[in-house]
């Protein structure tokens, strides 16, 4: 047994990409010509909520059209059979990693199949689209729903269970992400200063991997799998 006892494991949209889901800044990275800074803003809401609703609407529908892949369903094996504390912190706002079973999972940026009420600020499971203003199903009120998303400028949530779980962490480990965007970004440096082990697989290098102990390159469904093997195996 390595004397790794708690591992933080952070994922991006890399490793929903082999699911079909496109990624931020790969070359599928547009939406309908708009950069996600530029719709995925409150401003952007307040000044076109028609356009953002639609941008969140049809990633929501995109979800019923795509599976957990073989990098969804390592972490899922690792979180049912690892006896330390584990941590999936998610960037992602897809419902894949629940659906590959994982259960220690925390959604930073939010979720797609969530909805925001306004009026009662109650956040309550939601699919289907909510350009048309469908009533906040917590207190019935019109058109008060908005997409249970973590915008630019806005606070991800959970972050001191987060900073928690990276001050105790032996292990860090960053999936699919390109290490553009903060504080997710930071979680490296955070680890690595409390001492832990930290290690990257990633298609490309990341804006961060200067900060990683080692880093393996290639697509998540070869790499993920095959670190959880050596990991349960040790
Ligand atoms: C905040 C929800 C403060 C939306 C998202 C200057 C310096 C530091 C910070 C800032 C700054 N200027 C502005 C900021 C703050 C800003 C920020 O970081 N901006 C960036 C652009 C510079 N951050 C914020 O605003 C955050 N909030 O700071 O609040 C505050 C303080 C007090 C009080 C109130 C507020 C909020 C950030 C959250 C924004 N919301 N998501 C949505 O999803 O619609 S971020 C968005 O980017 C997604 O969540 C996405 O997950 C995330 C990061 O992108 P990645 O996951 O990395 O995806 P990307 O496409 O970029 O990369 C994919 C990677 O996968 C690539 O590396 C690729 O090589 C790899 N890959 C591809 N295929 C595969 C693969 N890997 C493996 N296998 C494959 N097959």
Redesign the pocket.
């Known amino acids: 047994m390595t004397d790794i006892r708690n591992i933080v494991i952070l994922t991006?949209?890399?490793?929903s990409?082999?699911s079909g889901l496109a990624?931020?800044?790969?070359p599928d990275?547009l939406w309908e010509g708009h950069r996600?800074?530029d719709v995925?803003t409150p401003q952007a809401f307040a000044r076109n909520p028609a356009l953002v609703q639609r941008f969140y609407d049809a990633r929501r529908a995109a979800l019923d059209g795509v599976v957990p892949n073989l990098a969804h369903h390592a972490l899922a094996r690792l979180d049912a059979a690892w006896p330390g504390d584990l941590l999936i912190v998610t960037?992602?706002?897809d419902d894949l990693h629940e659906r590959a079973g994982a259960g220690r999972l925390l959604h930073m940026?939010?979720e797609l199949k969530s909805a925001w009420c306004r009026a009662c600020d109650a956040r309550t499971p939601f699919s289907g689209p909510m350009a048309g203003g469908p009533p906040c199903p917590a207190c019935g009120a019109a058109a008060s729903l908005r997409p249970d998303?973590?915008?630019?400028?806005?606070?991800?949530y959970q972050m001191e269970r987060i900073e928690r779980a990276l001050a105790r962490a032996d292990l860090f480990v960053s999936?699919?992400?390109?290490?553009?965007?903060?504080?997710?970004?930071g979680f490296v440096q955070t680890a690595r200063y409390h001492g832990a082990d930290t290690l990257e697989?990633?298609?490309?290098p990341?804006a961060g991997s200067i900060y990683f102990h080692e880093s393996r390159i290639g697509?998540?469904?070869a790499l993920v799998p095959a670190w959880v093997d050596g990991l349960l195996a040790a």
């Open positions: 991006g949209a890399g490793i990409a082999e990624t931020f800044r790969g990275g996600v800074e995925a960037q992602n706002v940026h939010g998303i973590v915008w630019f400028g806005e606070m991800p999936i699919g992400t390109a290490g553009a965007v903060y504080p997710a970004a697989l990633n298609l490309d990341s697509p998540a469904t």
